[in-house]
């Protein structure tokens, strides 16, 4: 069974930064792409950023040239760089596999608040 342990969140005003962390547990070996998903209040969870094994990255648009996803290999934590947050950044964040669909049940996520 696999389970993730989101980090890093908090209270950061328009233009600031925050690194969120994901820690995984389990048979995390075998995920190939991970990712960093969020949900605001009233709308759906959505994919924001993936990172494959091989290294290769993708983002949303909303988040393209902000957000920074990194991982040092598959049994370490991943991590989330946000930078230039925005009062639409407000979500709770949550990791989980992003490829073949996730692969266990969603965490407590971690909170990122962006306000002025």
């Known amino acids: 069974q696999v389970t993730f342990v989101e980090s890093g969140g908090g209270l950061v005003q328009p233009g600031g930064s925050l690194r969120l962390s994901c820690a995984g547990s389990?048979?995390?070996?075998?995920?190939?792409?991970m990712g960093w998903y969020r949900q605001a209040p009233g709308k759906q969870r959505e994919l924001v950023a993936s990172r494959s094994n091989t290294g290769s990255t993708d983002y949303a648009d909303s988040v393209k040239g902000r957000f920074t996803i990194s991982r040092e290999n598959a049994k370490n934590p991943v991590y989330l760089q946000m930078n230039s947050l925005k009062f639409e950044d407000t979500a709770v964040y949550y990791c989980?596999?992003?490829?073949?669909?996730?692969?266990?049940?969603w965490g407590q996520g971690t909170q990122v608040t962006v306000f002025s």
């Open positions: 389990g048979s995390i070996l075998r995920i190939s792409v």
């Open positions: 989980n596999r992003a490829k073949f669909g996730v692969i266990s049940d």
